[in-house]
């Protein structure tokens, strides 16, 4: 169908397009730290955290190919108030 067609293209070629490129900028960004903005917390992990997580459950696959983003996510979790809210 036309609505499976799109999801299956979106994933394979449109998403990693955009992830590469979130990832690249998150790199410049980071200053070589876990997180978009350096060293801290900021609502853009937050942002992500929670864009990926719908990512993830549509594609459990769809941030393998993005080591930086992947760690992001698990720096996130890795914040006591926030594991303890995501448990």
């Known amino acids: ?3 499976k067609e799109a999801y299956r293209k979106f994933f394979a070629e449109e998403l ?4 590469k490129n979130l990832e690249t900028l998150a ?3 980071s200053g070589g730290g876990p ?3 350096g060293n801290q917390l900021t609502w853009a992990d937050l942002y992500f955290y929670d864009a ?3 990512l993830l459950q549509a594609d459990a696959t769809a ?3 993005f080591p930086w983003l992947k760690r992001n996510r ?7 108030k926030i594991n303890a809210y995501l448990q």
Do not use: C, D, G, M
């Open 1 to 3: 169908t036309k609505k």
């Open 16 to 19: 990693p397009s955009h992830l």
């Open 27 to 29: 790199k410049l960004y």
């Open 35 to 37: 997180f978009f903005v």
């Open 52 to 54: 990926a997580e719908s």
């Open 63 to 65: 941030l393998n190919q």
């Open 74 to 80: 698990q720096e996130v979790e890795r914040i006591p």
